[in-house]
């Protein structure tokens, strides 16, 4: 079994700074991309971030320059640096992560979601 949980929502003002971790555990091989998404009162889920097993970034239009993504694949772990948080930051942030997974002799691949993590900008 593989579980992804996420920590580091809280109440920040507008302005301030939180990081988000999400750590994978289980029986896992590798993890291929990770990512964060949110999700708003009455909105739609939306993609925040990704981050592919070899570094490379997306971003949403709506956080650029404020986000950061990053990784630490010894320790199975994606992080989300927020800052210049907005009111409109306020949601729930879910990690995703693309993972392999033991199968002997083989392996399977499959996403696995966490449960979410609520982060709220407020004054």
């Known amino acids: 079994q593989v579980q992804l949980v996420e920590s580091g929502g809280g109440l920040v003002q507008p302005g301030g700074s939180l990081r988000l971790s999400c750590a994978a555990s289980?029986?896992?091989?590798?993890?291929?991309?990770m990512g964060w998404y949110r999700q708003g009162s009455g909105k739609e889920r939306e993609l925040v971030a990704t981050?592919?097993?070899?570094?490379?970034?997306n971003y949403a239009d709506s956080v650029k320059g404020r986000f950061t993504i990053s990784r630490d694949n010894a320790k199975n772990t994606v992080y989300l640096q927020m800052n210049s948080l907005k009111p409109e930051d306020t949601a729930v942030y879910y990690c995703?992560?693309?993972?392999?997974?033991?199968?002997?002799?083989?392996?399977?691949?499959?996403?696995?979601w966490g449960k979410g993590t609520l982060v709220t900008v407020s004054s």
């Open positions: 981050i592919a097993s070899g570094g490379s970034t």
């Open positions: 289980g029986s896992i091989i590798s993890i291929n991309a």
């Open positions: 995703n992560a693309e993972i392999v997974t033991r199968l002997f002799p083989s392996y399977y691949v499959r996403n696995y």
